[in-house]
């Protein structure tokens, strides 16, 4: 653009003048692509330079303004929000050492929110700048910049860093992230031959694996390899990605590495415990096994002994009862009829205890009317021992026959051992259907016992405590005065 106006000052004047003649002045500001001006210092009394007066300016400039009427005004006057910026102060620093400069500076002054790139030429008593808009390029870097700090963060939170090597130029570079993984200073020169160094003895060939893929660009990859860094062992997760060009070759290699020691850690951890737990079981399944098989046998040590001690005996009183009669004499009625009375009391005896036993066996009463009359009958039956007051919650829901009848060896395994170690007189018993649950409890005032001391010798207890586990229940004792059990079983329907 050539200076299209006039000013009052003569020797100004003569200086546009001049400009205009000068068509290789002219010519380099109306072709450049980029923004440029020709400024005259203005000074003061002092002779020190308050301002610039523009006398020309390129096309390129006029139109990053949008003003065609800048040539004969004042600089800061038309931009003043250079006196708020280095640029003003690097104008004056270029007028007195007469050394070109040039700076990046924001400029959001006067509907303006951009950076420009300007450099400063002295020539005669002014200058010649140039300004070009870098507001594109400075976003640009920004974002990378943001990017590049969100990469970092992203590193490390996740324990993870980035690599890329060049196809082209063999060139290869890592992130802040995989100097930290490695314990390395960022100094340090890497190369894909990093991973030998750092690969445990056993993991040598990976590594080689890994760095043949990397340079030769033929497949993607991902691999687990185990190094030491800084006296520890880590256990990264290699991943690499081909990028190519149009024709199918490799450009660069770009890939991740994770560190995942802890990862590795817990699951060895975990199978750790599930080797535990399946022991656990093994054993637990075990010592129920044992602890069933010993009640079985114990069991059938008291049905021998009911048969033996009880209806063994009271035949056996049958039988010489019966023997007392001579059927071969005249017998006295008399003495006649006090066998008889006797013999059948006997016999009264004898299918007591006969259904007794068969009640310890097999719980017809159970099967026929369910779990109330069950617990009551076996209540009834202990009586003449030890007075029991039962109380059984009545419900419309019929349970599992399996949980029944498991309720119902519980309960027969507390009354059996009440009557056989407590020592008491009095027993409470209660079964209640509760929302989510079966309550069972028992109550006696009996001498107690120390259940940590004789733990091993209360095999009855024992056997409720598996059957409690099997029915994935709980159970707890009070042994401080007598014995209190309480018992929760899941309910099941």
Request: aromatic share 8%.
């Amino acid at each position: 653009m050539t200076a299209r106006q006039t000013s009052n000052n003569p020797d100004q004047e003569l200086l546009i003048k001049q400009l205009r003649e000068n068509e290789l002045i002219q010519s380099i500001l109306d072709t450049s692509l980029i923004g440029m001006s020709v400024l005259q210092a203005k000074r003061n009394n002092a002779g020190q330079i308050d301002d610039f007066s523009i006398l020309m300016v390129s096309k390129e400039l006029e139109r990053l303004t949008g003003r065609s009427d800048l040539s004969g005004k004042l600089y800061s006057e038309e931009y003043p929000g250079i006196k708020h910026t280095p640029l003003f102060d690097l104008m004056l620093q270029v007028m007195e050492t007469g050394i070109a400069a040039q700076i990046e500076y924001p400029y959001q002054v006067d509907g303006f929110n951009s950076w420009f790139s300007s450099m400063f030429v002295k020539m005669g008593d002014g200058l010649v700048a140039s300004n070009l808009d870098i507001t594109e390029r400075k976003r640009m870097e920004e974002d990378r910049f943001r990017i590049f700090t969100l990469l970092e963060q992203t590193e490390e939170l996740a324990g993870t860093g980035s690599w890329q090597y060049d196809c082209l130029n063999h060139q290869f570079t890592w992130s802040k992230g995989m100097y930290k993984l490695f314990g390395l200073d960022f100094t340090v020169d890497v190369s894909p031959q990093t991973f030998l160094e750092f690969a445990t003895e056993d993991n040598k060939s990976v590594a080689a694996l890994i760095v043949s893929c990397m340079i030769s660009g033929q497949s993607d990859f991902e691999e687990t390899i185990k190094v030491i860094c800084m006296e520890t062992e880590k256990t990264l997760i290699v991943k690499g990605l081909v990028v190519r060009d149009q024709d199918n070759r490799p450009l660069r290699v770009v890939g991740v590495n994770m560190d995942v020691t802890r990862q590795v850690a817990l699951q060895k951890e975990r199978e750790q415990l599930d080797l535990q737990q399946k022991a656990f079981e093994i054993e637990y399944k075990d010592q129920i096994f044992k602890a069933d098989l010993h009640a079985q046998e114990e069991e059938r040590r008291r049905i021998a002994e009911s048969l033996h001690n009880g209806i063994g005996q009271l035949l056996y009183a049958v039988k010489m009862s019966l023997s007392m009669v001579d059927f071969n004499k005249n017998s006295d009625p008399a003495s006649l009829y006090q066998i008889k009375q006797a013999t059948e009391q006997l016999l009264v005896e004898a299918i007591r205890e006969s259904r007794r036993v068969s009640q310890a066996l097999t719980p017809i009463i159970l099967e026929e009317f369910g779990l109330k009359a069950a617990v009551e009958d076996l209540c009834k039956l202990s009586v003449i021992e030890i007075a029991i007051r039962y109380k059984v919650t009545e419900t419309t829901l019929k349970l599992d026959r399996f949980v029944e009848i498991s309720i119902y060896r519980i309960v027969q395994e507390l009354v059996t051992n009440v009557l056989k170690d407590a020592g008491a007189t009095k027993a409470n018993l209660s079964i209640e259907h509760q929302p989510q649950c079966i309550l069972i409890t028992l109550d006696d005032e009996g001498k107690g016992f120390n259940f940590d001391q004789l733990k091993h010798q209360c095999t009855g207890l024992q056997t409720i405590e598996n059957k409690v586990k099997l029915l994935k229940g709980s159970l707890e004792l009070n042994l401080d005065d007598g014995t209190g059990i309480r018992i929760w079983v899941p309910f099941v329907k």
